[in-house]
């Protein structure tokens, strides 16, 4: 069984940087797709960003330029890190994991494993 634990939230003026932890256990980190999911509140969850087991990464359209997602195999943590916040950043902010990797990363179906789900919110 998979464990991932997200840490990091909080709240934020617009402009301002934030960086999200999703710490891993119980499995074989190294070998996952890892995504960060979004839900703000009355929406659905949408994708934000993800990074293979290789490194290369996937963004959100709404997010390119402004958020990084990046893995420390040795830790079992993959970071988000979120830059020029706006307002309409605000959710709950949540890792997955994807254990047999196939290429579709972008349907919440798509994963296996979630965490908990951390607040962001930035204020104007």
């Known amino acids: 069984q998979v464990q991932l634990v997200e840490s990091g939230g909080g709240l934020v003026q617009a402009g301002v940087s934030l960086r999200l932890s999703c710490a891993a256990s119980?499995?074989?980190?190294?070998?996952?797709?890892m995504g960060w999911f979004r839900q703000a509140p009355g929406k659905e969850r949408e994708f934000v960003a993800g990074?293979?087991?290789?490194?290369?990464?996937v963004y959100a359209d709404s997010v390119k330029g402004r958020f990084t997602v990046s893995r420390d195999n040795a830790k079992s943590t993959v970071y988000l890190q979120m830059n020029s916040l706006k307002p309409e950043d605000t959710a709950v902010y949540y890792c997955?994991?994807?254990?047999?990797?196939?290429?579709?990363?972008?349907?919440?179906?798509?994963?296996?494993?979630w965490g908990q789900g951390t607040q962001v919110t930035v204020s104007s």
């Open positions: 119980g499995g074989t980190f190294s070998s996952y797709f």
């Open positions: 997955a994991a994807v254990v047999n990797y196939r290429g579709t990363y972008f349907s919440p179906s798509n994963y296996d494993y």
């Open positions: 990074i293979r087991r290789t490194g290369s990464t």
